[in-house]
């Protein structure tokens, strides 16, 4: 049954309203009248924006529309292969085709587009050529002209989108100010809200990368995670307000929520951890693991790692602490080329090392079970010296041999000299506060040389004295026969 069929008479009436695409739903506002009326049992006044939504609401709900008996405005390249319901949506379509548009001027400009989707007040406005876009939401898509295979869902979602493609924007004005951006995903209210022509973005969680204009290659996950960001490229920040101040700053990658929170134009940084790295504006290339790791710190080419590790170090470069709450005790502004390794805050860790100086000092007995060995080549060394052994034997009878224990673990006994008096004797090694090991070993083994000198000439005085004995004993003997042979001639 079809109410067109009734007579030609009504079925004119009603194209005064709309006509149909007799291949589609395509609904399109005839004459600008305010008083329309159709012969049937229903007859009143009522003004044209009523009767449009009336009307396509009547004829959806009861399909008593016979498409093949009505001529639709569609000129002769027209596919008709459109769906258009709303006043003036898809007005202009010309050879353009297996597009849907649903609401006031949706799809207003469309031409020669194919395989659109807009759903809205003013959805996909301005598109003329652009394909394959499914745009959801009052005024989604409004400024898009020629991009093509773009998913905007939401109010304003992807505005000011004129020629960007293969976007996805979700969300109450995602992608509000993307012009010609490609290969974007906002997801959120306001996420990549900003974005002008930034590429390859994934945005999600409100706010999200708000303010990115040009930046590309840029991953933030969270709400407000990278959301001041405008120019930076390559970055990654993982959380809920992770480097939401990061402006400028480039191949960062910050995971937990705060993480890198005040970083502006700091590159090449990895902070891992609730608020990892959160004071950190400027400074690049540090590497930050654990939750508040460092937490004041600003410098650059840092590696903190555990709960709380560098928590005293607000400046300084190339430093590396390692364990939870490790670092120097008090806030340190200077700290540069240091190595602390402990469980605790403390100035006396239980690896402590100086780069800068190629140092390191264990707070702690140091076991070696397959040996322990010091790089000796000749080709390492120079300024070569020989000593007098016998003087360094001297020296070392005037050092003062004690048994001692260190402060720190008294229960451990030691026998040896300290370093003060082994440096003023024989003024080798860095200082008068520490001891080498190669040096006490030279010293030794100068001093054993010495002595086995001195042993050796006292064997041999002592086998020469033994043989100047022997001769002695031979002649006293000799001696002693002759005189038995002299008594015995007086006896007789």
């Known amino acids: 049954m079809s109410l067109m069929n009734e007579n030609e008479e009504q079925k004119q009436q009603f194209n005064l309203g709309y006509n149909i695409d007799h291949k589609s739903t395509k609904f399109i506002n005839k004459k600008p009248n305010n008083m329309i009326s159709i012969k049937s049992n229903f007859k009143k006044k009522i003004s044209s924006s009523s009767w449009y939504r009336l009307s396509a609401f009547f004829i959806l709900l009861t399909g008593l529309v016979n498409m093949d008996s009505v001529n639709a405005q569609c000129n002769s390249d027209c596919t008709g292969t459109n769906t258009f319901v709303g006043t003036d949506a898809g007005v202009n379509i010309s050879s353009g085709g297996k597009n849907s548009f649903l609401g006031l001027n949706a799809g207003y400009n469309t031409g020669t587009a194919y395989f659109n989707s807009f759903f809205g007040d003013h959805a996909g406005y301005t598109n003329t050529t652009g394909y394959a876009n499914s745009f959801f939401g009052r005024e989604a898509g409004y400024s898009n002209t020629s991009g093509d295979d773009n998913s905007f869902f939401g109010h304003r979602c992807g505005y000011s989108n004129t020629s960007g493609g293969h976007n996805s924007f979700f969300g109450d004005f995602a992608g509000n100010n993307n012009t010609s951006g490609n290969q974007n995903s906002f997801f959120g209210g306001n996420a990549g809200e900003n974005n002008t022509y930034g590429s390859l973005n994934s945005f999600f969680g409100q706010g999200a990368g708000k303010d990115n204009t040009i930046g590309s290659r840029n991953a933030f996950f969270g709400s407000q995670a990278g959301q001041n960001c405008t120019t930076a490229d390559n970055n990654a920040f993982f959380g809920s307000g992770t480097g939401i101040n990061n402006s400028t700053g480039a191949n960062n990658s910050f995971v937990g929520a705060q993480a890198g929170q005040n970083s502006t134009t700091g590159e090449s940084n990895t902070f891992v951890g609730h608020r990892a790295g959160t004071s950190n504006m400027a400074g690049n290339y540090n590497s930050y693991f654990g939750q508040k790791s460092g937490l004041f710190s600003s410098g650059s080419s840092n590696l903190f790692l555990g709960y709380d590790s560098g928590l005293n170090v607000t400046a300084g470069d190339r430093n590396v602490i390692i364990g939870a709450t490790a670092g120097p005790s008090a806030n340190n502004s200077q700290l540069e080329d240091r190595l602390f390794i402990d469980v605790t805050t403390t100035d006396e860790p239980l690896i402590y090392g100086e780069f800068d100086n190629d140092f390191v000092k264990i707070n702690g007995t140091f076991e070696v079970t397959a040996g322990l ?45 300290v370093a003060e008096e082994f440096y003023a004797l024989f003024g080798l090694g860095e200082g008068d506060d520490r001891i080498s090991t190669i040096d006490t070993d030279g010293v030794m083994m100068i001093a054993i040389q010495e002595l086995k000198r001195e042993n050796d000439n006292l064997k041999a005085a002592g086998q020469k004295m033994k043989e100047d004995n022997e001769s002695i004993r031979e002649e006293l003997k000799k001696q002693s026969d002759l005189i038995k042979i002299l008594v015995q001639k007086l006896d007789k």
Do not use: C, M
């Open 373 to 417: 060995s010091n790089p000796s080549s000749r080709a390492l060394k120079n300024q070569f010296t020989s000593l007098d052994p016998s003087v360094v034997l001297s020296k070392l009878t005037e050092l003062n041999i004690q048994q001692w224990t260190y402060k720190l673990r008294p229960e451990e006994k030691h026998v040896g000299p």
